[in-house]
């Protein structure tokens, strides 16, 4: 199985005649992802790709096209009257692959998507792929196959640089999911970890965080009390100076809170094998489906 998207997902693109939309539509479409319409307003009417048909609102494109799903590429001052549209016509999952959204309308579109019962992925995201199904995103899925871990990450290139590393290694995905490195965001890992322990086919998890914040510790807390499967961890940023952001707007040591000493040390009291270095995620992975044999 997978979670949040599978081969019925229906998929508008938000932004899609944009260069960067219209990229990445390209890329969902080769990969096999049923993208049904694309939104951009004043240009209702064209068509992309040959065949995708082009609306000026997500609610035209829900009517016409029964989409599930939407994936925005729009500018960051426009992405979060982009994701409310989204949420108001109807849509069921939300990715918002858009940086640089301001924290303050996070922190009340979030609120409003919980209230209307609404998945949303991200901002500041690279999507998810359930791989041999969908993608939804910009994870490259070239370095993806089918297989039995599910992987959650807020970092996007070491997303990508895992999925390789396992793929190399003859092991599959049945899920890889970028929250996104934000200080606040739609889904976090204990969303993602509750789908995985429910899923059948995903044997093993990957839980890919970074310093800042606390979502690490409170994942460890819902490992340990919840999965049985078993789980490899990494964090990203262990030699980052305290006060300096790294990478992502949320990757920050701050007040004494979110070390990656920390996030390690809770971790491993949940039983999670904790690798040095990326490349060693997949090794880790590699044991255990060697001990579980």
């Known amino acids: 199985?997978?979670?949040f998207i599978n081969k019925d997902t229906r998929v508008i693109v938000q932004g899609g005649t944009g260069r960067e939309g219209l990229f990445h539509?390209?890329?969902?479409?080769?990969?096999?992802?049923?993208?049904?319409?694309?939104?951009?307003?004043?240009?209702?009417?064209?068509?992309i790709l040959d065949r995708i048909p082009v609306f000026n609102t997500v609610a035209e494109a829900c009517k016409a096209t029964d989409a599930n799903t939407s994936c925005i590429f729009v500018p960051a001052r426009f992405a979060p009257e982009a994701m409310v549209e989204a949420?108001?016509?109807?849509?069921?999952?939300?990715?918002?692959?858009?940086?640089?959204?301001?924290?303050l309308d996070m922190l009340e579109i979030t609120p409003y998507f919980e209230r209307k019962g609404i998945r949303l992925i991200g901002p500041n995201c690279p999507g998810l792929i359930s791989p041999g199904q969908a993608k939804v995103g910009i994870i490259p899925?070239?370095?993806?196959?089918?297989?039995?871990?599910?992987?959650?990450?807020?970092?996007?290139?070491l997303t990508y640089e895992v999925i390789a590393a396992l793929t190399a290694r003859g092991i599959g995905q049945t899920t890889a999911v970028g929250i996104g490195g934000d200080p606040v965001k739609g889904t976090n890992f204990i969303d993602c970890l509750a789908r995985f322990k429910n899923d059948p086919e995903t044997k093993y998890i990957v839980i890919i965080g970074e310093i800042?914040?606390?979502d690490e510790e409170r994942a460890a807390e819902y490992i340990a009390e919840n999965v049985k499967q078993p789980v490899i961890g990494f964090i990203a940023g262990q030699t980052a100076p305290p006060g300096r952001r790294m990478g992502h707007a949320g990757a920050i040591i701050s007040g004494g809170e979110g070390r990656a000493e920390d996030?390690?040390?809770?971790?491993?009291?949940?039983?999670?094998?904790?690798?040095?270095?990326?490349?060693?995620?997949?090794?880790?992975?590699?044991?255990?489906?060697?001990?579980?044999k």
């Open 141 to 157: 899925n070239h370095v993806t196959m089918p297989g039995p871990v599910g992987l959650v990450s807020r970092s996007g290139t």
């Open 87 to 103: 949420a108001d016509a109807g849509i069921d999952l939300v990715v918002c692959i858009t940086e640089n959204v301001p924290t």
């Open 1 to 3: 199985m997978s979670i």
């Open 212 to 214: 800042g914040g606390s």
């Open 263 to 292: 996030k390690i040390r809770a971790f491993q009291k949940a039983g999670i094998r904790v690798a040095r270095h990326p490349d060693e995620v997949a090794e880790l992975v590699a044991q255990v489906v060697a001990e579980q």
């Open 25 to 47: 539509t390209k890329a969902m479409v080769d990969y096999g992802t049923k993208v049904v319409g694309a939104v951009t307003p004043g240009k209702g009417g064209q068509v």
